[in-house]
């Protein structure tokens, strides 16, 4: 990463989590979970793969718990430790019932792993293009490409649309979305 790159990521990701963590709509976690039924289609026995939130996400919670009584099975993310590849674990409910390496609600790490079909992903700011700003440790960067390599996944942004950016400082190995959703839109990101 070039230094001026790596720096904008930095100050724009301060900016954008300081912003969302001003962001307090209890109904917006709903009405994204709407959004993304309305416009995704997602068969039922597939894979979703979703998040606990923390720190100000959006609550990706009552999506899964849709997608679930669809037929859906779901996973959460489980990491071993810094550096290390996300892993996805079966997460009935979409309930975190243990901590992970990094201090992160996740399944316990007993639980089954599976690769999921389509990925909700968490971050601090996105584009229209898109691109999005995670936390830095490139882990969902990562598991895309790892994803990618081995069959087809759906990476939806999940966020809040206060969040929206004009553009994200990308570089080549940053993964774009094929989707993002919001509690205003969902938003086809066409190749």
Same mark, same amino acid.
């Not at 100050?11 to 009405?31: F, K, Y």
């Not at 201090?103 to 293009?129: C, K, N, Q, T, W």
């Not at 700003?133 to 966020?159: E, H, K, P, Q, S």
């Given at each position: 990463?070039?230094?001026?790159?790596?720096?904008?990521?930095?100050?724009?990701?301060?900016?954008?989590?300081?912003?969302?963590?001003?962001?307090?709509?209890? /109904?917006? %976690?709903?009405?994204?979970?709407?959004?993304? !039924?309305?416009?995704?289609?997602?068969?039922?026995?597939?894979?979703?793969? #979703?998040?606990?939130?923390?720190?100000?996400?959006?609550? %990706?919670?009552?999506?899964?718990?849709? !997608?679930?009584?669809?037929?859906?099975?779901?996973? !959460?993310?489980?990491?071993?430790?810094?550096?290390?590849?996300?892993?996805? !674990?079966?997460? %009935?409910?979409?309930?975190? /019932?243990?901590?992970?390496?990094? #201090?992160?609600?996740?399944?316990?790490?007993?639980?089954?792993?599976?690769?999921?079909?389509?990925?909700?992903?968490?971050?601090?700011?996105?584009?229209?293009?898109?691109?999005?700003?995670?936390?830095?440790?490139?882990?969902?960067?990562?598991?895309?490409?790892?994803?990618?390599? #081995?069959?087809?996944?759906?990476?939806?942004?999940?966020?809040?649309?206060?969040?929206?950016?004009?553009?994200? %400082?990308?570089?080549p190995h940053d993964?774009?979305?094929?989707?993002i959703v919001t509690?205003? /839109?969902?938003?086809?990101?066409?190749?």
């Amino acid at each position: 990463m070039s230094a001026a790159v790596g720096e904008a990521k930095r100050a724009l990701r301060r900016r954008a989590l300081a912003q969302r963590g001003q962001l307090h709509d209890p /109904e917006a %976690p709903g009405a994204a979970a709407v959004r993304l !039924l309305q416009a995704v289609e997602i068969p039922s026995g597939a894979t979703i793969a #979703g998040y606990a939130a923390m720190r100000g996400e959006l609550d %990706p919670r009552p999506a899964l718990l849709a !997608l679930e009584a669809r037929g859906c099975r779901t996973v !959460l993310p489980h990491t071993t430790g810094k550096g290390e590849p996300l892993r996805f !674990l079966a997460a %009935p409910g979409g309930l975190a /019932e243990s901590i992970d390496a990094l #201090g992160i609600a996740a399944p316990p790490a007993s639980a089954a792993e599976y690769d999921p079909d389509f990925l909700l992903v968490p971050l601090a700011a996105f584009d229209r293009r898109g691109y999005r700003l995670g936390y830095g440790g490139g882990f969902y960067d990562a598991a895309l490409a790892r994803l990618r390599a #081995g069959g087809t996944i759906t990476a939806v942004g999940w966020a809040f649309a206060a969040q929206e950016v004009e553009a994200i %400082p990308a570089e080549p190995h940053d993964a774009r979305l094929d989707w993002i959703v919001t509690e205003r /839109e969902a938003i086809y990101i066409s190749a």
